[in-house]
């Protein structure tokens, strides 16, 4: 079943290639939505998918790249709207 998440990771998690690690992952998944920086430092997360799918990207959201330091995901589950046709970085 599809589902949606709207996530934010913190930590050290800007200026590490997160928002590009994100997007490689979403890409290899088959997620559609957006990663973008927040300007209190956060990244912000908007992703639609099967559930099972999902959660395998959140595990790669909770471990970031190389350099990441990733303290906390807060993720807010809901239902799928099929908002987003791809992923993009923003």
Known sequence: MK????????????????RYFAYKWAKR?????YVR???????????EGEED????FIKKL????????VERVEVIWGE???RFMDFEIR
């Open 29 to 33: 998944l088959g997620i559609s939505g």
């Open 53 to 56: 799918v999902l959660r395998e």
């Open 62 to 69: 909770e471990e970031g790249p190389l350099g990441a330091v």
């Open 3 to 18: 589902k949606y998440i709207h996530a934010y990771i913190s930590g050290i998690v800007q200026g590490v290639g997160f």
């Open 37 to 47: 920086n927040l300007r209190d430092g956060r990244v912000e997360v908007e992703a």
């Open 80 to 82: 799928c709207k099929n």
